[in-house]
C-alpha cells in the first residue's frame, strides 16, 4: 500500500483521484470486517437509543404520529377537505421532514462527536456515517409501512405504488447521505453551520407541503418550493406512489437527479476535505 | 519495497490549527480580507525509516514529539503531508483501551463492538467470547453495564478482545496504564507470546522497561524528527541522558512558593 503526495489544491479538481479513492473505499466498506463492523454500530445504536426494547422503538414512532394528531386537528378543515387521505397525506409529509432534519443535523456534527473513535481507530469514517443513516433509516421504513398500511384503509394502495417507492427511497437516503456529508465538512470550517442548520430544519416542516398541497399555493410560491427545496419531489412522488394519482415521470426523474446529484456531490466534497476536516474538529 | 513491513520515506505531517474560534461570519470576512484563518504545525519532518517483518520496535520520544502522529500515519488513520508510506499490509493498530466501548451497552455487548472496531468479526469471537472475558477477569461481571466497571477492569477487557487479533503487524500506543499486577502478568505473556510469534510490533510507552522487555530497537523521535534509531539498549541511553539537561522547572516552581525573606509571609487561612 503506498500514500503518495497528495497536495490539497490538487486534489478539488482531480477527478480521477476522487473515483480512485471512491473505489478503494467501496472495496473496504464492503469488506466482511467492515460490513461486520456496519451492523455492529446499528445493533450498538439500537441498544443504546431504543433500550433494546419493542416499547423503546415505540416510544421514538410516537412523535411523528403526535405531530400528525396535532397537525390533522388544525388543518383537517382548510386544508383536508380538498386532500384526499388527509391522514397519509401529513405522516407522509412528516416522515420525510422528520428523517431528513434528524439525519441531517446529526450527521452534520458526527466527525467532531467521533473525533476520539475516528482519531484513535482505523474505523472507516463513511462506515460511522451510514451507520447512523441506517439505524435512523428503519425508523423511516416502519413509518413507510405504517403509511402503505393507511393506504390499504383507504383503498390507494397498488404494486405500481408500492414498487415505485423502492427507487423513491433510496434516491431520498441517497439525498439524506450528501447533505450530511457536506455539513459535516462545512462543520468543521464553521462551527455555527450546526446552528444555521437546526434553524433550516425548523423552516422545512412550512417550507415543505406537509399540511398543503402544491395547488393551494400562488404559482410563484408553487415555483419557489417546488424548485428549490430538494424534498418537495420526492414528498410529491411519494404522495403519488400511496394515495394517487401518479405523479409525472418528470418528478421521478427530478427526484432521483437530486438525490443523485447531492450524494455525487457530497462524497466528492467529504472525500476531500475528510482529512483537514478531521484534524480540525 | 524489497520485504519491508514498513517503509517511510521523507515523510512530514502539517496539521492546520486554528486561530480563532471559527463561525461563518469570520471565516467569509476573512476570504474577503484575504487574512489567514490558521498557521501550520509541522508534527513530522522530513521521517525516513523502515521496519523489517518480525521487527520489535519501540518509538520513544518525550510528550508531544510526534510519536502517536507516527502511528496514526502507519495505520492509515491521518495521510502525510507529503511524502510515501508503504506497508506490505495494513497495521491493526490500539491507540486506546477506553474508545470504541460503548457505556450503556453490557460486557458481553461490547466484546463484539469492541471487536468489531479493531477488526475481528463477531463470528470469530462468538466462540471465544467467555474465554476473553475470564482472560480478562471479569466473568461475574459478564451481563454487567461497561459504565460500572473500573477503568482497569475495561483496559483489561480490551487487552483481551484485541489478543484475539492473528494480524501480521501491530501497532500499540501506550495501552498499557491502569491494569493492575495481576493482569500486567497476564499481558506480559501476550507480548512475549507476541515477540516469539514473527509478528511486527511498533509500541510506544513512557515506561523502558516495558519496551526493552519486548524491543530490540528503538527509534527516538524528537520534535517529529528521528533524532536516533538502533539498537534498544544504545537508543534508550541517549534518550536517558537527554533529561539530564531539563532544568528542574519543578524544583524552581516550590521554590518560588516557598516564602520569602524579603516579604512578610502571607496569612494562613486555615
Known amino acids: 500500500m503506498s500514500t503518495p503526495p497528495q497536495p490539497i489544491a490538487a486534489r478539488r479538481i482531480d477527478l480521477t483521484w476522487l473515483a480512485g479513492r471512491a473505489a478503494a473505499r467501496a472495496r473496504t466498506f464492503l469488506g466482511e470486517p467492515n460490513r461486520a463492523l456496519f451492523a455492529e454500530l446499528v445493533r450498538a445504536a439500537f441498544k443504546n437509543t431504543d433500550h433494546n426494547s419493542i416499547a423503546g422503538a415505540l416510544w ?48 452534520i456534527a458526527i466527525l467532531f462527536a467521533n473525533r476520539a473513535l475516528l482519531l484513535n481507530t482505523t474505523v472507516p469514517r463513511e462506515t460511522v456515517i451510514l451507520s447512523q443513516v441506517a439505524f435512523h433509516g428503519y425508523k ?39 447533505v450530511g456529508m457536506l455539513g459535516a465538512v462545512l462543520f468543521s470550517f464553521a ?15 412550512f417550507v415543505t407541503p406537509v399540511f398543503y398541497g402544491l395547488e393551494s399555493l400562488s404559482a410563484p410560491a408553487r415555483f419557489i418550493i417546488y424548485w428549490l427545496n430538494p424534498l418537495t419531489p420526492f414528498l410529491v412522488a411519494l404522495r403519488g406512489a400511496l394515495i394517487g394519482p401518479p405523479a409525472g415521470p418528470g418528478v421521478y426523474v427530478h427526484a432521483m437527479l437530486i438525490g443523485a446529484a447531492v450524494l455525487l456531490v457530497g462524497y466528492a466534497a467529504f472525500l476531500t476535505a475528510e482529512s483537514a476536516a478531521m484534524e480540525r474538529t | 519495497m524489497s520485504g519491508a513491513a514498513v517503509r517511510l520515506e521523507s515523510v512530514a505531517k502539517r496539521f492546520m490549527i486554528p486561530h480563532t474560534q471559527r463561525t461563518t461570519l469570520r471565516v467569509l470576512r476573512a476570504l474577503v480580507r484575504r487574512e489567514p484563518l490558521r498557521h501550520e504545525l509541522w508534527a513530522l519532518e522530513n521521517v525516513s525509516l523502515s521496519v523489517a517483518p518480525g521487527e520489535r520496535v519501540a518509538l520513544v520520544g518525550r510528550n508531544g514529539s510526534g510519536k502517536t502522529t507516527l502511528l496514526r500515519l502507519l495505520s492509515g488513520i491521518l495521510e502525510p503531508t507529503r511524502g510515501t508510506i508503504t506497508l506490505a499490509s495494513p497495521p491493526r493498530a490500539l491507540f486506546s483501551t477506553t474508545i470504541g466501548f460503548s457505556p450503556e451497552l453490557s460486557v458481553a455487548d461490547n466484546v463484539f463492538l469492541f471487536g468489531a472496531i479493531h ?19 471479569i466473568t461475574h461481571l459478564t451481563h454487567a453495564l461497561l459504565k460500572d466497571l473500573s477503568m482497569g477492569q475495561v483496559q483489561r477487557l480490551a487487552l483481551s478482545v484485541f489478543a484475539e487479533s492473528d494480524e501480521r503487524f501491530l501497532v500499540f500506543d501506550e495501552v498499557l496504564g491502569n491494569v493492575d ?90
Request: hydrophobic share 50%; glycine share 6%.
Open chain 2, 181 to 270: 499486577r495481576g493482569f500486567a502478568r497476564t499481558t506480559d505473556a501476550y507480548f512475549r507470546a507476541l515477540a516469539r510469534s514473527g509478528q511486527t510490533l511498533v509500541m510506544t510507552s513512557h515506561d523502558p522497561a516495558f519496551l526493552g522487555a519486548y524491543c530490540e530497537r528503538a527509534i527516538w523521535i524528537d520534535a517529529g524528527r528521528v533524532r536516533l534509531d538502533g539498537p534498544f539498549d544504545d537508543v534508550m541511553r541517549a534518550y536517558e541522558t537527554s533529561f539530564d539537561d531539563d532544568p528542574p522547572v519543578l524544583q524552581a516552581k516550590a521554590n518560588d512558593a516557598a516564602p520569602r525573606k524579603d516579604k512578610p509571609p502571607r496569612p494562613s487561612v486555615v
Open chain 1, 191 to 205: 462551527r455555527d453551520v450546526e446552528h444555521i442548520w437546526t434553524l433550516v430544519t425548523h423552516l422545512l416542516m
Open chain 1, 140 to 178: 423511516f421504513l416502519v413509518e413507510m409501512v405504517l403509511c402503505a398500511l393507511l393506504a390499504v384503509y383507504y383503498g390507494t394502495l397498488t404494486w405500481h405504488g408500492v414498487l415505485a417507492m423502492v427507487p423513491l427511497v433510496l434516491g431520498f437516503l441517497a439525498l439524506v447521505t450528501g
Open chain 2, 119 to 137: 477488526g475481528l468479526v463477531r463470528r470469530k469471537l462468538a466462540p471465544r467470547q467467555d474465554e476473553i472475558i475470564a482472560r480478562a477477569g
Open chain 1, 60 to 107: 421514538s414512532l410516537l412523535a411523528p404520529f403526535a405531530m400528525l394528531s396535532a397537525l390533522y386537528l388544525v388543518f383537517r378543515e382548510r386544508f383536508g377537505e380538498e386532500l384526499h387521505a388527509y391522514p397519509l397525506f401529513l405522516l407522509l409529509g412528516i416522515a420525510l421532514v422528520s428523517y431528513f432534519a434528524t439525519v441531517t443535523r446529526l450527521l
